[in-house]
Structures are given as structure tokens and as C-alpha cells.
């Protein structure tokens, strides 16, 4: 029972990081059909936020606040992401509609320019760069467009973006003169400290359940059911979802698509930032973070098919669950005497690496009874 | 095909030829050998990708020391002095371009020594390449062993300098002493060959090792191990720890988190964090566990403090310097010295004169052998809150490097010597 | 219009010349270490051509090229490495007895016979392609999911590979600098000439290879596919095996070029099958020209020069411009270089920029025949 527990608790831990990762993920792919190579790259922006806010809590004013500068920092890191993934899509993503290849390669260019981005400018910068282009979005949302004559708008505009430069210019000198550390461009990985009430684990059952992974598994769920709630209740989550059934058809109901679509991108990236936060937390953060989970998020993807989350739940638990079963051996100690060739053959694939090589066979074969992952879309089109 | 297609194909391989001839005329003599009062020498080591993070640290380091050299006078060779050049070429964390950038290094910048790598991966992909071109190849890191080229000049520890004198310090006199053994480690060769090792000596010494365990390169999921990891070890033990780079934060991080810690009666033995992974970590996962070096930063030599204290005038105050760094450091010293002794940049003679070749290197004094590796002193450390190693033991003197393990059944018995044509690579004691 | 025909014989028949000569010419031209990064280069033109089989002409976008371009280097590695074994224990590569080994893997006894080899070299990545492919294939797994997939497939063997000591060498690979060939050693200057002219001769002869396989009536189906696969599943074709055998032939292709890639770098190694490797193949083509051969080889041969240039000078902004380079192609030039010259590009852009394209009237039309108007 014990065994079984901890097993389980494990593959749960597993799981909610893939899930959280792989979450935006899946919501762009469901509604686009896009994938987002760069997905990994968000991840790791949202894990650099919550660094940099962790060094803002380090100063004195905000001090006192220490403990809590993980909760600002999913704000933060949400923000950024989803401010660098609405500036992705109405740049690159935005021209390649309809050519999903394509994206597939602009958002893997994308993820190099970022990942060499992180190496080469400095954070301070980089932060400066972000709140430019926050302030400057929010200027463009809350101007008054109809009431202002073309040129008072034209005016409006330019001075509204001279006015966030200026601030991110502003910021990005604070930060660099505050914390040094920011100041210079760095390639090594930095280090993100877990406030201490999130330290350490408790004892319950004679298993040891570590603060960390639970802190990650109450994000994700979070993360999950504000997803759903907003898709399910909210008036633009309709929207999103008469988008994704049929594109044409919402378009001539009125529906703004293009609004659809950035919306959704921005969700999308903004939980990748989450993601970077959860990720943060278990290991290092460096340039090259993303990449570690992102193929983990493509066997989600593919295992739960498109356009249902509880595809995508379903899928992260379930290889969550066989990554813990397989790469640390349990299946010996909860099948202590089974026929020693399928020993042999389970002690071979007992460890971490040859775990991922088993799950993607296993998932493979998985295709071959259900094509389209666990919950196909239904629908009237040809290509199934 | 029409017209303009054809017309196309032909401009286009007459544009091609042309372009390759271009830059085969263009790319010559980038670099001067004997040119009146300069040598260049060619530094390799990852700049980009994953291994940029560590490798660029040696280069800072060689920079260093070329530049001290160069204040100095330079290196004199038959009563005239030259200064030396570098080319620092990008290794890319790749293996096959470590040994693509070693080829260009060679005939294409004629360099007469070339300092790189990192991951023992490199240096057996760059292996090949000095050997077939004949060219020499000086290698800073600590690794496996169990070879012995006569192309390429080793200043990290082999195992008998690091890894052999950590476990049986582990098993005889650490708080866990006697308490048995869990191996882990990134997937590649030297976390593999180093437990091959540790698990013979152990078995040697008494002891057990419960299990082992490998994480691929680039994942950082860590959980199934820490679950084997408490499975194998209920009551305490320890670890032996090969991991690489990013992956020791996960490590750390976790295994705190669910009560693998000094407290619990858990020691973890690492042979891959030194002082500038310590403060990427943060000491504060770090602290109580054991690190095994040939150099620590907080040797109290004067030796030692004026190398940290070049090293930080140098890069910045917050650098600190570690193993590598002063392995990089060494061989640079050794390369000039041995060009001093040899009166020439000739490889052959510089090779023959290297051996017996004595430098007093930050660590102590060090020696070339035989067998192309240094005689070390060994030290253990405990890693205090401040993110530095508190030297508990260190040896009495320098230790004799073994190229081949002697705890290892298919290497044991054998030896390396170069200077004697009947022995070489490999022969049997 | 006899004499425009001699022409165009007398025409291509330079090229060719001019083409041999360079061949022949280079080693003596070129220093050692240009000749061998060129040799190389060429060879990776081959898995090149590949890409644009499945992707520009049957539109199936593969990032796990990797795998196939591994298995031939691992192939041609391994029969090196067994033929210059005699002088070790046991008759095996001294690398097994790092790890204990005493006996050869069973899977590699073939691989002592060099004819074997020969045909492994593309056989077995053929079929491992064929496989996978059918088992994706027959599912109707296709676009995005199908390059996910591919990719995920490419970290699956990138694991085993890295993670296999005792029968692959894990990490380290295999090297074949060292190795003996007809009693010379691989990595001497004479056998890397000889492998420049084999690669060389292998990049014209996969040119014409690919250039057959599109021209006819399966080459039109495979563009058929890419266009409109249910249609062409309509009209009584089966895509399944069509794919699978393009896929197949990609498979092949790539295997022969990591083969010759591996005899030239001197090592094959896991990292052939990293996730960047097999996607920057995929900007090869996307750059000279998805869908135009000489395209997916030019591409490959200057992409990769110019990536060795750079990061000899600048080693941090290759990703910059890689980056870049992907963003624009697939954004400002979706056909490529090639592509785009053969679609009046240049034309379209000078005519932006103020120059007239003449007209194109009816006496004129006549004259220079029909295919050369493209409005």
C-alpha cells in the first residue's frame, strides 16, 4: 500500500510538471493547429522572471516579503511570456497561418534567437526590453482610438512609445544598478532559491512528500481549472472554443479571430511562463532549460490528442506515472517474483534513460490502436 | 529543362568552384609559426552551447596565464624570446566539432600545441586526430583514465588522485564509514568507467555498493533516482556523485527535499563540483557533503591566494578559481617550461623533454611523468555554508598518476611509459 | 531550332566538364583542411536531397533525419573499427574492454564482411525508416503530429545510442581516424582525397537518382500527395505506401551520407542525432529551395560553409543568424533561394525597384517558346 502511494505520488509529481509544461502547449495546438517549437524557450523566460524577481525581493523595501515572492512571480512570469508570445504571433506566427510546417520551423528559429538572447544581453536589458513592450501594448489597448483625428493619433501613438521606452530604459538602469548581477550578460546557469517554508519535506505514512513537488502539483491544478473555467464560462473562452470547432463559421458570426488568436497565444505562453516558475523550483535555470522538457510536452501532445484537455491531463499523468513505474525499477519490487526473462528485460529498461525509450515505444504502439491519441476530435472533416 | 535552368545550373557550379577556390586562396596563413618573435598556440574549448558555462572559465584561465607569460619576457627559446598568440577556436559542446576545429588547428594555423577540452567525450572524439596527424594535444580535466596516449598530455587527476583516495575516505573515516554505497551519474563515459572503478574498490575494501544509476545528458527529471536512491539506502549511506553541470542543481535541490542530507545520515561524495559549481548550486544544498580535488580555493599557500587573487584582478572580483581552472593554469607553465628545456617548438623534442618537467603550481609542486600525467597532491573537503571546501585530508606529498586502474580486472597489472620505446601505451607491470 | 538543340547539348556538356575538372581539381587546389570540411559538406548534400524528397516534394516534414544519418555512420564506423581490430584482445574494438566485454555483439558479426557493410550502409536505415514510416503512415499521422513524432523518435535513439557502452561505445561513439582501410590509415591525407572524389561522384550520382524518382509518374504522385492527399487517396492511389517507400529512400540516402560524413569527421557519435542537427537539415533545403534538387545541395554545401566560418570568427552570433534564417525563409522566401529565381524573383524585384520587365508580346512569345512565360 505504502509502495503503491509513494508510487503513485511520484508519478503524480512527474506528471503535473508535464502537464503544466505542456498545458499552453496543447492549447495553441488544439486551437491553430500550431505547434510551438519555442514553447521551451517561453518556459525558460518564465524561469528567468522568477529569478529576477526573487533578486528584487532580495532588496530592502520588499525584504519582509521574501517568502512570498514565488506567488508575485508566477504573475510575473506569466506577464512576460505572455507579452514575448503576443509579440511572436503578431510578428512571424501570424503570416504562416494555414502552413503549420512552416511555423514549426520560424518558432524553432525563434527558440534559438532566444536561447543565444539570454546568453549575450544582459537581464537588466532584457527586462527593460520587456516592460517596453508592456507599457507600450497597454498604451495601444487603452488610447482612445475613434475620439482622436488621424494625425492627434498618429501623435498619441509615437509619443506613447517614446514614453515606454523611456521607462523601460529607466528600469533596466535601475535593475542593473541595484543588482549587479543583472548588469552583465552571463551564459551560466543562475540559481533560483526556494523561499525556506518551501523547503524540506513532511513525513506521512512513512513517506517523505517533498514541500516542492506538492507547492508544483497545487500550481498545476490551479492552472488547470482556471483554464478550463475560462474556456468553459468566460465570454472570450466561448469564443476561443466556436474558433477552434469551426473558423470560418465564427468569423461570420462576428467573431474577431484575430483577437481569438492572440488571446490564445497569449494564454498559451503565459502558462509556459508558469511552467518556467514550476520548473525553477526542481533545477537550475539556463539557456537551455527549455529544451529539456520540450520533448516530454510532444509526448503529452501526441498521446492526448487535439484539443481536449483531458486528453492532455490524462496523457502527463499517465507517462508521469510509467517514467516513475519503469526508470526506478518499481515494477520488480511490486512484482517481486515475475518470469525472469520479463525481469531481465524490466531491470534493462530500469533506468532513467532507457524509461523514455520504452514509454515513447509503448506510446507508438499506442498509435496503432487510436491514431489520434486518447480523445480524437470529432467532426465532419476529411482528414481525420 | 529549359535554357535558364541549364544557364542557372552552370553559373551556379561555376559560382560554387569559384567560391571554394576563393576561399581556399584567402584562407591561408591566418596565423604565423617562428614569424620573427611570436608563437601561436590554439586553445579549444566549448564557447557556445552546453559546455560554455564551465569550458569558458579554462579559457579565461589560459588567457591568463599566456598573458603572464608574455609580461614576463615570453618564452625563450635558443637565447631568443618570443611572445605568445592564441587562436581560441569554439568547440561548440559538440564532439565532432571538437575534433573538426582540431584538424583546422593543426593544418590549417600550423599551431605547435593546442590546450582544450572538457568531457572526456571531446577528448576521445579529438583523440584520433592528434594521433594520425601527430600533433599534441594538452588535456585539463580530471577523467576516467584508462588510456594513454602518446599525443596527448594529461594535468587532471586520473582516478587514483581523485575518485580512489575519496572512497576510501568515505568507507574508513567519514561519519558514514562502513555504510553502503549508491553510485549516480550523467550518462557518458566517465561517470560509467569511474563507478566501474569505485565499484571494484569497494567490493575491495569490504564494502557494498547498492546500486548505480545514470541520468541522460540533458534531463533533469531526477525523481526516479532519489526513489531508488531511498529504496537502496533506508538508513543512510553514501553516494558517489558524477552528475554534470545543471543536473547536480536538480540533484541537490531534491534530495534535500525529501531528506537525503548530512543530518539524516546521508554523505554525498561529488567528483564534478568544484568551487564555481558550489555557488551556482548555492552552498546552502551543498553544505556537510564532500568534494575530492587536487586544488581547492581555500589552500593556504601563497601560491595558491596569488592565483586566485591574478584570477579575480583579472575577470572580476566575484570569479572564483577551482580544480580545472588551475589544471588549465599548470599546462600552460609546463608547455613553456618544457619548450624552455627542449630548445624548440619542435612536438617530438618538446615531448621528450616534457617528462621530469617540475613546476610549482598553485596546488603544490607537480611533476610530469612517465606516462604523461602530473604527480598531484590529493585533498578532501567538506563544503562549508560559505561555499568553499574546508580541507579535511590531503596527502602527503604528490601521488603518482596510474593511466591505467589498478582496481579495474582488465586494465590491472598494466602501466604506461613513454620514455621507453619497449613499454609505451600499455604494458604489463 | 536543330541548332539551339546542339547548343544546349554543347552547353550542358561544359558544365559537366567544368564540373569533373573542379572535382579533380580541388585536392590540388584546396589545403587539407578545406578539401576535408568540402568532402564533408558534399556529404551531408546527400541526406539533403533526402529532406527534399519527403519534404519538398511529398511534404512530409522529418526533424528525425538524424537516426538514419547515425545508423550509416554507425554501420560504416563499426566494419572500420572490426577491420583494424586484429591486434586487440579478443578481436574486438579496444573500446570493449573498457566496459568488460569479451565477446562481440551477435549484431555485428556481419559487419567483418565489407560487401555486407556496403549494403548495410543504406539498407538498414532504410528499413528502420520503413518501418517507423509504415507504422506512422498507416494511421494516417501526418503534418505536425508526424514531425513531432519524428522528433520524438530521434530523442528515443538518441537516448539508447548514448546510454548503450557495451555495445555501441555510448557517448563517445565510434572513430574511425585511426582505423585502417586497405592497409592506409583513414584519417591520412591520401584517403581523405580519395573520399572527397567518392563523395563527390556519390553527390552527382544521388543527384540523378533523386532527379528519377521525381520526374515520372511517382514523383508526380508524391507532389500529388503533398498538394492533396485525400484526393489522390480518392483517386484508387494508396499514400501509405508511397510515403512509406519516399520515406524509405530518404532513410537510404541519409544513411550513405552519414556514412561518408563519418569516414571524413573521423567520428560518429550520438550527436549526430541531436534535435538541432536534424532540424538545421531541414534549413538546407528550406533555404536553396525546397522542391529544386540542386537547391537542397546547394544549400547544404553553403549553409555549412558559411556556419564554419562564422563561428571561427564570431562563435556566439551563428545562432543569431541561424535563428534569422529560419524566420526569413520561411516567412520572405518560402521557396528558397532557387525557387525563388525560378518564380521571376529577381525580375519582380528589380521591377520594385523601378526596372521594366520587357513585355511579353505575341511575336516575342513565339520566338522563345512557350515554357519561358511566367506571368
Known sequence: MQLILESLFNGLAIGSVLLIAALGLAIVFGLMGVINLAHGELMMLGAYSTYVTQLIFKLTPLKQFYNSYVIVSLVVAFVVTAVVGIVLERSIIKRLYGRPLETLLATWGVSLILQQFVRSVPLAYASGLICTILIGLIFHIILPKNSLTYSQARIAKVSSWVFSILLGLLSANWLSSSISKLG??????????????????????????????????????????????????????????????????????GISTETVDVLTFGIGSGLAGIAG???????????????????????????????????????????????????????????????????????????TSMARVLIFALIVAFLQFRPSGLFPQKGRMVEG | MSITKRLFVG???????????????????????????????????????????????????EKMAIEEINAAGGVEVGGKKYEIKYIVEDGASDWPTFAEKSKKLIDQDKVPVVFGGWTSASRKAMLPVYESKDAFLYYPIQYEAQECSNNIFYTGATPNQQSEPATEFMFKRSPAAGKPFFLVGSDYVFPRTSNTITIEQVKSLGGEVVGEDYLPLGNTEVAPIIAKIKKALPNGGVIINTLNGDQNVAFFKQIQDVGITPDNGYYVMSY???????????????????????????????????????????????????????????????????????????????????????????????????????????????????????????????????????????????????????????YPL | ????????????????????????????????????????????????????????????????????????????AMFLQLNSATNFPNQIPEFFGLYGVQQLPFFW??????????????????????????????????????????????????????????????????????TLLFGQMVGSDSMQRYFFWITAVLVILAWFFARWIVRDRFGNILIAIRDDEARVRFTGYNPTLFKTIVFAIAGGLAGISGALYTIQSGI???????????????????????????????????????????????????????????????????????????????????????????????????????DEVKL
Open chain 3, 268 to 370: 560518429v557519435s550520438p550527436q549526430f542525432m541531436t534535435v538541432p542537427f536534424s532540424i538545421e537539415m531541414v534549413i538546407w533545403v528550406a533555404v536553396g529551395g525546397r522542391g529544386t534538387l540542386l537547391g537542397a545541395i546547394l544549400g547544404a554545401v553553403i549553409i555549412n560553409y558559411a556556419k564554419s566560418l562564422v563561428s571561427e570568427a564570431l562563435p556566439a552570433s551563428w545562432m543569431f543568424i541561424q535563428g534569422g534564417l529560419f524566420i526569413l525563409v520561411v516567412t520572405a522566401l518560402p521557396e528558397g533561394v532557387l525557387g525563388w529565381m525560378q518564380s521571376d524573383g529577381p525580375r519582380n524585384l528589380l521591377s520594385r525597384l523601378g526596372v521594366r520587365r520587357p513585355l511579353s508580346t505575341y511575336p516575342g512569345l513565339e520566338e522563345r517558346g512557350k
Open chain 3, 109 to 178: 558479426e556481419p559487419f567483418r564482411s565489407s560487401l555486407f557493410t556496403l549494403l548495410a550502409i543504406w539498407i538498414v536505415p532504410a528499413s528502420v525508416a520503413a518501418i517507423l514510416g509504415f507504422l506512422v503512415f498507416r494511421n494516417r499521422i501526418k503534418g505536425v503530429y508526424f514531425s513531432i513524432l519524428t522528433q520524438a523518435a530521434l530523442l528515443v535513439f538518441f537516448n539508447f545510442f548514448n546510454g548503450q557502452q557495451k555495445l555501441i561505445n555510448g557517448t563517445n561513439g565510434l572513430k574511425t581516424d585511426v
Open chain 1, 277 to 351: 516558475v514550476a520548473v525553477s523550483l526542481l533545477g537550475s535555470v539556463g539557456p537551455n532549460v527549455g529544451g529539456n522538457y520540450i520533448v516530454g510536452c510532444f509526448m503529452v501532445v501526441v498521446l492526448g490528442g487535439v484539443g481536449n484537455l483531458l486528453g492532455t491531463i490524462i496523457a502527463s499523468f499517465s507517462i508521469g506515472i510509467m517514467t516513475d513505474l519503469i526508470g526506478a525499477g518499481r515494477l520488480l519490487t511490486i512484482w517481486p517474483d515475475m518470469p525472469a526473462p520479463l525481469a531481465t528485460t524490466v531491470d534493462f529498461f530500469a533506468t
Open chain 2, 272 to 426: 564534478s563540483i568544484a568551487e564555481e559549481e558550489i555557488s551556482t548550486i548555492g552552498p546552502e544544498f551543498l553544505a556537510g557533503h564532500y568534494g575530492a580535488w587536487n586544488y581547492m580555493m581555500s589552500i593556504n599557500t601563497p601560491a595558491s591566494k596569488k592565483f586566485a587573487r591574478n584570477f579575480k584582478k583579472r575577470w572580476g572580483s566575484d570569479r572564483v578559481v577551482a580544480d580545472p581552472q588551475e589544471s588549465a593554469y599548470n599546462m600552460v607553465y609546463l608547455w613553456k617550461a618544457a619548450v624552455e628545456k627542449a630548445g624548440t617548438f619542435d612536438d617530438n623534442e618538446v615531448r621528450k623533454a616534457l617528462i621530469g618537467v617540475k613546476f610549482d603550481a598553485p596546488q603544490g609542486p607537480v611533476e610530469v611523468m612517465p606516462n604523461h600525467h602530473l604527480s598531484q597532491t590529493v585533498r578532501i573537503g567538506q563544503i562549508t555554508s560559505g561555499g568553499q571546501f574546508k580541507i579535511l585530508e590531503s596527502t602527503n606529498g604528490p601521488v603518482l598518476p596510474q593511466a591505467w586502474n589498478q582496481f579495474e580486472p582488465s586494465s590491472k597489472g598494466y602501466a604506461c611509459d613513454w620514455t621507453d620505446s619497449k613499454k609505451g601505451e600499455r
Open chain 3, 1 to 76: 531550332m536543330k541548332n539551339s538543340f546542339t547548343n544546349k547539348r554543347l552547353f550542358s556538356f561544359l558544365v559537366w566538364a567544368a564540373i569533373i575538372a573542379a572535382i579533380i581539381a580541388a585536392p590540388s587546389i584546396l589545403p587539407v583542411f578545406r578539401l576535408n570540411l568540402l568532402g564533408r559538406y558534399l556529404s551531408l548534400a546527400i541526406v539533403a536531397l533526402g529532406v527534399d524528397l519527403i519534404w519538398g516534394y511529398t511534404g512530409l516534414l522529418s526533424l528525425g533525419q538524424g537516426i538514419f544519418f547515425a545508423l550509416g555512420g554507425y554501420c560504416a
Open chain 1, 184 to 253: 552583465r550578460a552571463s551564459a551560466r546557469n543562475v540559481d533560483v532559491t526556494a523561499p525556506s517554508w518551501m523547503r524540506g519535506g513532511f513525513d506521512l505514512w512513512n513517506i517523505t512528500f517533498p514541500v516542492t513537488r506538492i507547492v508544483i502539483i497545487v500550481i498545476t491544478i490551479i492552472a488547470v481549472f482556471s483554464v478550463t473555467w475560462f474556456l468553459k464560462q468566460s465570454v472570450w473562452g466561448m469564443r476561443i472554443r466556436a474558433v477552434t470547432q469551426n473558423r470560418s463559421m465564427s468569423e461570420c458570426l
Open chain 2, 11 to 61: 553559373l551556379s557550379t561555376i559560382a560554387l568552384g569559384a567560391s571554394i577556390t576563393a576561399c581556399g586562396g584567402s584562407d591561408q596563413s591566418t596565423s604565423c609559426v617562428d614569424c620573427d618573435d611570436q608563437v601561436t598556440v590554439g586553445i579549444l574549448h566549448s564557447l557556445s552551447g552546453t559546455m560554455a558555462i564551465s569550458e569558458s572559465t579554462l579559457v579565461d584561465t
